[in-house]
């Protein structure tokens, strides 16, 4: 299980959680920190051995995991990267797109082997906020600060629906079967139906939601201002449970980690990680959360001020489907 995090000093941070032998005990080991941008990064992407970083700097980084290596950069926009979001079947351990989103209104079709550019899409009059990508790989959802919500068509390649919304979103995610998807102006998360954008419920935080991911079951996680990790349940609206006070400050990224497809996966704990922007990131066992206040199983203080965090539990298969990390490793940089 791969994490990956960005920060304002312009670092790019990689973990790796593993478990301790003979013992239950998990540990966030260090992979690299590297100062990859030259500008803050503002949104990160991981998909089994690959993951990307954007930043305000108008370039998007590619890095190989299996050997710590930033293998190339994506300069097709001219605007800050503001969401990064991989494409990948569920039979194949690699990424099959990538998609990146810009303060200057466009999102990049990329494909990922070997990161070869496709298309650009004009989504929004001015820069998109978030992006997210639908199950099946066809559609997207972006929205953007003109304060509109625009689906995208990712077979041809265009910008199929655009309405306005009543106030100005951050962020926009699927659910895990694409039937519904959730928006987040503010501290209030709305749950759509994904077939007509139909409104099903919306839910408040105490304070301002700065991320959100979603679980299995029908669980919303959401992080923001207020410091919590809180697990909403879409189907009645309600709060599922809370972890308070998770983190001493804004907790500005959430990764939900399911279980590994190994044998053992039952004895798997299912794990749900935070960052925040006091720098430390924290790995929780959610399911402690009904009897008690938990505490992590691991903890990393990467002493910056971190901006986003990303993650996969996909096994990295490093001898099949890595013609495009090749491709661009000619000019690799290795990591310190």
């Known amino acids: ?88 079947h569920s039979s194949l351990s690699f990424p099959r797109n990538l998609l990146s989103a810009s303060d200057d209104g466009f999102v990049c079709i990329y494909d990922a082997d070997p990161f070869v550019h496709l298309k650009t899409i004009a989504a929004h009059k ?50 895990f079967t694409g039937d519904k998807f959730f928006m987040v102006a503010e501290e209030k998360v709305g749950v759509h139906e994904a077939e007509d954008a139909k409104l099903v419920f919306q839910m408040e935080s105490s304070k301002r939601v700065l991320c959100a991911a979603p679980g299995s079951s029908g669980l919303l996680f959401t992080g923001g201002e207020d410091r919590n990790i809180t697990a909403w349940d879409t189907a009645s609206g309600k709060v599922a449970y809370c972890i308070e006070d998770a983190h ?31 720098g430390f990131i924290r790995v929780w066992d959610i399911r402690m959360t009904i009897r008690e206040k938990p505490n992590p199983l691991a903890e990393a203080n990467t002493k910056s001020r971190l901006t986003c965090l990303a993650g996969s539990s996909l096994k990295c298969d490093f001898q099949r489907g890595t013609h495009g990390l090749l491709a661009m490793s000619k000019k690799k940089n290795k990591m310190q």
């Open 248 to 278: 001493s400050a804004r907790v500005k990224g959430i990764v939900v980690l399911s279980r590994n497809d190994s044998d053992n996966a039952e004895d798997d704990p299912y794990m749900v990680v935070s960052a925040s922007s006091d």
């Open 126 to 175: 001015k820069g998109v906020n978030d992006l997210s990508i639908h199950p099946s790989g066809k559609l997207a959802l972006t929205v953007g600060r003109d304060s509109c919500l625009a689906m995208l068509n990712l077979v041809r390649g265009r910008r199929i629906f655009y309405c306005r919304l009543g106030k100005e979103a951050s962020l926009v995610e699927f659910d």
């Open 1 to 88: 299980m791969s994490i990956v995090a960005g920060s304002y000093e312009k670092f790019i941070w990689g973990f790796k959680i593993k478990s301790l032998k003979k013992s239950e005990t998990l540990t966030l080991t260090p992979l690299f920190s590297y100062p990859s941008h030259l500008s803050p990064i503002k949104c990160v992407a991981v998909a089994g051995p690959v993951a990307a970083s954007g930043g305000a700097d108008d370039s998007v980084k590619v890095y190989d995991l299996s050997s710590c290596s930033e293998i190339g950069s994506l300069t097709d926009h001219s605007g800050a990267i503001t969401s990064l979001s991989f494409f990948s």
